[in-house]
């Protein structure tokens, strides 16, 4: 999902992972592990600053009809400048991957670039940014 906003890209990157979570489906429940869950990453504005918005990650500890919907959002940074992803087809970047319209297929990688706002210690601000790219098994 490729969304810009005025001031960077505030994108959105939904997958299922095989790395077992341990938590409760339902408040009040025992917790236990999961093997396969919907995991997922979004930024939504910030209401005091728009040039900023808040980085979440989404997880539901289901697999379900809806990959895209439910789960619990957990706040990762609030002062995130731009949450960019791309992916790489095997000949260029591109700004969207769905793997319906792809057939099943996998991006042969993920590249995910942050730009977010620091507070040092001294008291100035700034800006850093973090890129990372992740092959995909073929």
């Known amino acids: ?5 005025s001031w960077g890209d505030r994108d959105r990157l939904d997958f299922v992972s095989g790395v ?4 409760s489906a339902r408040e009040g429940e025992d917790p236990r592990f999961h093997g396969t869950n919907e995991v997922g990453y979004q930024m939504t504005d910030s209401p005091t600053d728009p040039s900023v918005g808040t980085l979440h990650r989404r997880e539901d500890l289901f697999l379900d009809a809806e990959p895209v919907k439910g789960g619990a959002l957990t706040a990762l940074y609030d002062r995130v400048r731009e949450f960019n992803v791309e992916y790489w087809d095997g ?18 990688a993920v590249r995910v670039t942050i730009r977010f706002l620091v507070t040092e210690r001294e008291g100035a601000s700034g800006e850093r940014m973090v890129k990372t790219t992740v092959t995909c098994p073929r």
């Open 91 to 108: 000949e260029n970047w591109r700004g969207e991957w769905n793997s319906e319209r792809e057939k099943g297929k996998l991006p042969r």
């Open 20 to 23: 077992p979570s341990y938590g």
């Open 1 to 5: 999902y490729d969304r810009k906003a």
